[in-house]
């Protein structure tokens, strides 16, 4: 037995370990959040998805609603530390060890890998369980992958992502909380150089995704009418020069342009379709990582308030869409559009003037601080309602077991 009380340490938005009890309310809480699907026909066999990235932000919210709300069985690969004697484990871990209970107890099969989603060893494993487990049958692939690098596996070349501007530098509006208090700051951001871009594109582009689909479809492992989506952002105007028109933004046009290409030859293969999936803005351990964006989402939350809708709303939309629960809709690029609720014009013309208002001294009165702050915390399973952290809690939790 390892249990300790565990309380908030943090680095700015970067906390140092995770509160198991936390992260299991929060996974629980997430289930309830997601209506119950429609009844199906007994006989009727559950769909086989695999979701990369399945232990955080929108690839967490897509497991979850997968399993409530589409009954899929099937594989969640994402890449967690263990705990130690000295660190709880990361958040996900826990996270996983949650969703695996909640699968357990609707009966769904579910395998879990820990491993870089960006290896061909990984890539390996699951095509192997895909065909011992799984009949070689997947109806379903959801790619959310976030990472800072990744290596190539033909080449061995490691690449590395930057947030960057592009053309020019930039300076934004930025939130920051001090002691605890919030503070407003001006940052300037240099622009891309050298090889800035290519890296980016190649560690936050479509490639991997792409090498996903080939590696699956050489071993004849999709079935007829497979469905991929890969979550993607475009987000504000406020925010565009260092997101949508910055080098993570060329990563996602490159990753919508894979869209189009896959679609193409899935249609062919198998009947099949791949799109991008354009989410709505969430605070994520990536997202508090761009700068103005943590002002961003904190003056969103101050305009619309309950009515954002938190990634598993969106998920549980994008499961109905791809099911055909619902009708699939797409815009002119061919991508899902989640954020429709966030880019109105009334919406953003709000947030804009609270933009240009915001001050330290003003933040305070135009954004929801409060929330957004808890929302840092409850990625760490910290600030969950109902959860007693003067209490000692089990830290060593095991990783859900793959038989």
């Not at 007994?42 to 695999?50: M, S």
């Not at 709880?88 to 209970?101: D, F, H, L, V």
């Not at 560690?203 to 469905?227: C, K, P, Q, S, Y």
């Not at 989506?229 to 997101?243: F, H, K």
Request: glycine share 10%.
């Amino acid at each position: 037995m390892s249990e300790r009380v565990i309380a908030p340490r943090n680095r700015g938005f970067l906390y140092l370990d995770s509160h198991p009890g936390g992260c299991l309310q929060l996974v629980a809480d997430m289930w309830q959040a997601v209506p119950d699907p429609a009844p199906a026909p007994a006989d009727r066999e559950r769909p086989v998805a695999l979701v990369l990235g399945s232990s955080a932000g929108y690839g967490l919210a897509a497991t979850i609603a997968g399993l409530k709300r589409a009954g899929i069985r099937g594989i969640g690969v994402c890449f967690e530390k263990e705990p130690t004697e000295r660190r709880s484990a990361t958040a996900g871990w826990y996270r996983t060890a949650a969703t695996a209970g909640l699968a357990r107890q609707v009966g769904a099969d579910m395998a879990w890998l820990n491993g870089d989603a960006f290896s061909d060893t990984t890539k390996d494993q699951v095509a192997e369980l895909l065909a011992q487990r799984y009949s070689s049958r997947l109806d379903y692939l959801i790619y959310s992958v976030a990472a800072p690098r990744r290596t190539d596996p033909d080449t061995g070349a490691s690449y590395a992502s930057v947030l960057k501007p592009i053309g020019a530098p930039h300076r934004t509006k930025t939130l920051v909380f001090e002691d605890g208090a919030p503070v407003i700051r001006e940052v300037e951001s240099a622009p891309a150089e050298g090889d800035d871009i290519e890296q980016t594109v190649a560690v936050m582009g479509g490639a991997d995704w792409e090498r996903w689909i080939d590696h699956l479809a050489d071993r004849g492992l999709l079935a007829d009418g497979f469905t991929t989506a890969a979550l993607s952002y475009i987000g504000s105007p406020l925010t565009a020069a260092i997101y949508r028109q910055g080098t993570i933004g060329a990563a996602k046009g490159h990753l919508e342009a894979t869209a189009r290409t896959l679609n193409e030859r899935l249609d062919k293969l198998v009947g099949g379709r791949a799109v991008t999936s354009v989410n709505g803005a969430a605070v994520t351990q990536s997202s508090t990582a761009i700068p103005g964006i943590a002002l961003y989402i904190g003056l969103l939350r101050g305009v619309l308030g309950e009515s954002l809708v938190p990634p598993v709303g969106q998920l549980t939309d994008l499961w109905d869409q791809l099911t055909g629960a619902t009708p699939l809709v797409l815009d002119d690029d061919g991508r899902v559009r989640l954020d429709t609720w966030e880019l109105t014009d009334d919406v953003q013309a709000a947030v804009a003037n609270r933009w240009h208002q915001a001050t330290t001294a003003t933040i305070s009165d135009l954004a929801d601080l409060d929330w957004f702050h808890a929302e840092v915390q409850r990625l760490y399973g910290f600030s969950v309602p109902g959860i007693d952290y003067h209490a000692a809690v089990e830290t060593d939790i095991p990783w859900p077991t793959t038989t």
